[in-house]
Nanobody
Framework: QVQLVESGGGFVQAGGSLRLACAAS????????MGWFRQAPEKEREFVAA????????YYAESVKGRFTISRDNAKNTVYLQMNSLNPEDTAVYYC???????????????WGQGTQVTVSS
């Protein structure tokens, strides 16, 4: 079992940057593909980015491609989401998730963090 804790959310002006981190417990972190999802008020949870267990393969939603970067440090049991050129449409609660395959579908992730709020002002 994996426990995930996100951090790094906050309030930022449009055009700014934030770096989210997701710390995982357990010794099997390196076996899991990792993903980031987000949920804005009154909207469905949506895929943001995913990363293979080795860190060699990434996958992004079109809405964040070129602005966000997902990475991982298996030695620190941590996955990151660097978010640049933020805009108000990026405002949401951001969740990290662990699963067996790199995927854009939430159903492929068995473990989820509690989320961290990101608010972007115009």
């Amino acid at each position: 079992q994996v426990q995930l804790v996100e951090s790094g959310g906050g309030f930022v002006q449009a055009g700014g940057s934030l770096r989210l981190a997701c710390a995982a417990s357990g010794r099997t972190f390196s076996r899991y593909a990792m993903g980031w999802f987000r949920q804005a008020p009154e909207k469905e949870r949506e895929f943001v980015a995913a990363l293979s267990s080795s860190g060699g393969g990434t996958y992004y939603a079109e809405s964040v491609k070129g602005r966000f970067t997902i990475s991982r440090d298996n030695a620190k049991n941590t996955v990151y989401l660097q978010m640049n050129s933020l805009n108000p449409e990026d405002t949401a609660v951001y969740y990290c998730a662990a699963g067996t395959i790199r995927s854009g579908s939430a159903r492929n992730y068995a473990y989820w963090g509690q989320g961290t709020q990101v608010t972007v002002s115009s």
